[in-house]
């Protein structure tokens, strides 16, 4: 039994759901599968109850659920403890953030901070911004690049690095959509259709903006996990939709040729682009260390 087996477990614990710790952790469900079969070997007795729908913790594994959780706190409570009489910090930090923050905003955080703790490994999962703070609260992540919600969990702390505007995006090239919202100087936005991202603010504001134009039934295409896959279906004709600014800034050329900004069209306020992290991890050394290096606009 091991530090990262004891990872696994409670990671699956919490979730009851191979498939999902299995990506969170970054493993292959069969992995995933084997090692928890390796510890009830260990142990001697079963830690789940599976059947095809359900997953639920036996006895034996609320226990080790408990040892666990006391395991791996006094695990930290030592790397916190080695690294603060050390010289120079050691570890690992994981973040999450989006394909295009990773281009955008994280380079000139990253490249200060390992020029300061050059000894750290930096270990960077991608996808949808919208997804950062769950991933961090849940401890998927140490710190999580994301645009403020409207409401953020006691839990957590955020810390603003900019203001990212929203722009009303639409095909280039000629197709039905771009005839229906540039051969109308008025068009009828309800029969325009409207690609959404599944949550997050630009969610919000999107729907605030329905409301604003009395946009009772929208015509929605789909819903998109990602901004990034959003701009690739406004360039495939599929639709209009409201994205981060810098998303369309940061697309590959070969996209961002076939979108077009409207312009002269009534938006919604831009959002906080910020850093999130867990209050209680603040005190962790490499948590601190990164926390230190934004700046001072903490919520």
Not at 25 to 37: D, Y
Not at 76 to 88: D, F, I, K, T, V
Not at 214 to 220: R, W
Not at 225 to 239: F, K
């Amino acid at each position: 039994m091991d530090i990262r087996d004891l990872k696994l477990f409670l990671h699956l614990a919490e979730s009851c759901h191979f498939g999902r710790t299995a990506k969170a952790m970054h493993v292959s469900p069969s992995t995933l599968s084997r090692q928890i079969q390796r510890l009830e070997e260990q142990l001697g007795h079963g830690l789940f109850m599976r059947d095809n729908r359900t997953v639920k913790l036996t006895s034996a594994g609320e226990q080790l659920k408990q040892f666990a959780q006391q395991t791996l706190l006094q695990y930290q409570q030592l790397q916190h403890g080695l690294n603060q009489n050390s010289p120079s910090l050691t570890g690992e930090l994981c973040l999450f953030c989006s394909v295009t923050a990773a281009y955008s905003h994280l380079p000139q955080i990253i490249d200060q901070f390992r020029a300061q703790n050059p000894l750290v490994e930096i270990k960077l999962t991608t996808g949808d911004a919208a997804d950062a703070v769950d991933k961090v609260a849940t401890n998927d992540a140490d710190l999580g690049i994301a645009g403020k919600p409207e409401k953020l969990p006691n839990n957590v702390r955020f810390k603003k690095i900019g203001e990212i505007p929203l722009v009303l995006i639409a095909p280039a090239l000629a197709c039905a959509v771009r005839s229906m919202v540039t051969d109308n100087p008025q068009p009828d936005w309800s029969q325009v259709p409207f690609i959404l991202p599944e949550h997050g603010p630009s969610r919000q504001r999107i729907e605030r903006w329905f409301r604003r134009h009395q946009i009772h039934n929208p015509l929605i295409y789909a819903t998109v996990s990602g901004h990034e896959a959003i701009v690739s279906m406004v360039a495939l004709g599929c639709g209009i939709a409201l994205i981060p600014s810098v998303v369309v800034e940061n697309s590959p050329e070969p996209v961002r040729s076939r979108i077009s900004q409207l312009e002269n069209i009534s938006l919604v306020e831009p959002f906080e682009l910020g850093v999130c992290v867990l209050s209680k991890r603040l005190s962790e050394p490499l948590i601190r260390a990164f926390w230190q290096l934004l700046p001072e606009r903490s919520i």
